[in-house]
């Protein structure tokens, strides 16, 4: 089982959504938060002064998956989130040692 974490700008969310959907993926967890990589904010200005906007919105999406199903979600957000533009984002990818669903009991790959 994997832990899949992708970073992406705000305005490709439903369609990285739709098309997660489409692949079989069941449930995510998404939560709107603010960073920064390589491109370190930007300036703005704000009538008539500028200012340094250090921490640029992003969002985080969380999905549990089987091992059958994480390389192609991954390769499914890649496509999708990718707008040739610095600031795209990034996935991450963790191993899932035990998932339990709280409701039945469920354990592991039945939990998911």
């Known amino acids: 089982m994997k832990f899949v974490m992708a970073i992406i700008k705000p305005f490709k969310l439903d369609e990285v959504r739709e098309a997660l959907t489409e692949l079989g993926v069941q449930g995510i967890t998404v939560t709107e938060t603010k960073g ?3 491109q370190k904010g930007h300036t703005e200005i704000y009538r008539g002064a500028e200012y340094e906007v250090s921490f640029l919105p992003k ?3 969380e999905v549990a998956l ?3 199903l994480a390389d192609r979600a991954i390769e499914t957000i890649m ?3 990718r707008t040739d533009k610095i600031g795209d984002g990034k996935i991450f990818v963790f191993d899932l040692g035990q998932v339990v669903r709280i409701r039945t009991g469920e354990t592991n790959s ?3």
């Open 36 to 38: 920064f990589g390589r």
């Open 79 to 81: 496509k999708t989130a």
């Open 66 to 68: 089987s091992d059958d």
């Open 110 to 112: 039945e939990a998911l």
């Open 59 to 61: 969002v985080k999406i």
